[in-house]
């Protein structure tokens, strides 16, 4: 869970380890050149089926395969206050 002033991308900054599939499916968009920070994250198609599908008949995966696309990462960035 978020806490106050912390931000979606905190979550996704943690220490995971080199064996976890969220780390494995992740991939970074560097729009602006990859000496600036990434812009967006997307997964990796062929690890759909074991990350976020994992029990969703073949019919689903296929369509979700082309239907997932790269989350920017501005909102996922904004710190949230409550």
């Keep these: 869970m978020l806490a106050n002033g912390q931000s ?3 979550l996704f900054n943690q220490k995971l380890g080199s064996n976890d599939l969220m780390q494995q499916a992740q991939i970074f ?3 602006n050149g990859k000496k600036n920070p990434p812009t ?10 074991d990350f976020i599908f994992n029990q ?3 019919k ?3 369509l979700a395969s082309v239907s997932v ?12 206050h409550v």
């Design 69 to 80: 696309r790269p989350i920017p990462f501005a909102p996922v960035g904004e710190k949230l």
């Design 29 to 31: 968009l560097y729009t």
């Design 56 to 58: 969703s008949p073949p």
């Design 60 to 62: 689903d995966i296929a």
């Design 8 to 10: 979606t991308l905190d």
């Design 40 to 49: 967006a994250a997307d997964f990796d198609r062929s690890l759909l089926k």
